[in-house]
């Protein structure tokens, strides 16, 4: 993915300063993510990542840092911005946030390299997320950037499109949107807590079998929790097609850490399909309508997750 935003040497100089982050020797792009601008930067002091927030307000960006300050008082692996010479975690920047976090070993892993015992780690690492998150409540985390209702709305956006190659994808949408819809009294009852809701391989550092850092909470909401490990499921157990082993390693590293409850369980189903639905959804808006592209991207891949969802239970039809 292409960054939005171009640093100039001297750019990275002065942010380098307003961050304490030492003198600087080299720094680059990082070509990766969908929404912010991310770079690498080494100085005498070590090495750091740079993100600068794009399209988000101050609020958004208090927010993600009052999380991330929860979090890593109670555990949860996660780095902390660093502190701007303000005294805040955060400096304006030509008139956007900039957040600088010191660089974790670690890389990531694809989906076609992912382990069983991948998903047993991150399964694990997101039930002590919950856990983690137990206080915080809708008045202080909000419904999220990609609530159902924004999902609704988003798929409103395209439901008239001509494309062609949309085409099939707009009605099998529209018929799971009305499905989803009889299912919300189901969606209704299960726990609701702090979520990630976007806990991709590329929003994790993995070191062998282990997850040793999640990372990107800038979607971090209130929201139902057995969704957040819908959307993980979706996210780590698939190659070219559903790995079942991985299911049961995810789920189970879930449940070595956490709990789901009857309610939980029941929803789970409606969730993975929900969960597909939102990302099939949201790579047609912001990656194929905006002429992004990127590698993982297509919004195919996770209309085959929604189609293998819906042939597991196809009585629910």
């Known amino acids: 993915m292409a960054n939005f935003t171009s640093l100039a040497d001297d750019d990275v100089e002065a942010l380098s300063a307003e961050f304490s982050l030492g003198a600087l020797q080299r720094w680059q792009s990082i070509s990766a993510g969908t929404i912010n601008s991310n770079f690498r930067l080494e100085t005498n002091r070590g090495i750091f990542f740079l993100r600068v927030n794009e399209g988000k307000s101050i609020e958004n960006v208090e927010l993600e840092i009052a999380v991330l300050s929860h979090l890593v008082a109670n555990r949860v692996v996660t780095p902390m911005p660093r502190l701007a010479t303000s005294g805040k975690r955060y400096a304006m920047w030509k008139g956007k946030p900039v957040s600088v976090f010191q660089w974790i070993p670690g890389g990531h892993v694809d989906s076609q390299s992912i382990t069983d015992a991948n998903c047993l780690s991150v399964g694990r690492r997101l039930a002590e997320l919950h856990q983690a998150g137990e206080g915080l409540s809708r008045e202080q985390l909000g419904e999220g950037r990609y609530s159902h209702r924004k999902i609704v709305e988003l798929y409103a956006s ?10 099939e994808t707009i009605d099998l949408l529209g018929k799971e949107l009305d499905w989803l819809d009889s299912q919300a009294e189901l969606r209704a009852k299960a726990n609701t807590g702090l979520i990630h809701a976007d806990l991709f391989p590329d929003n994790c550092l993995v070191e062998g079998n282990e997850v040793v850092a999640l990372l990107d909470f800038e979607q971090a909401c209130f929201g139902s929790r057995v969704y957040d490990l819908a959307v993980t499921i979706n996210a780590w157990c698939f190659a070219d097609a559903l790995v079942a082993t991985r299911v049961s390693a995810l789920i189970g590293g879930y449940l070595a850490s956490g709990r789901l409850s009857e309610a939980d369980r029941r929803a789970l189903p409606v969730e993975l399909r929900a969960a597909a639905l939102r990302f099939t959804v949201t790579r047609i808006t912001d990656i194929y309508l905006a002429g992004q592209g990127g590698a993982g991207k297509d919004f195919r891949r996770f209309q085959m ?10 009585a629910a039809q």
């Open 158 to 167: 395209f439901a008239d499109s001509s494309d062609p190659a949309l085409a």
């Open 305 to 314: 997750r929604l189609k293998s969802w819906q042939a597991l239970a196809p």
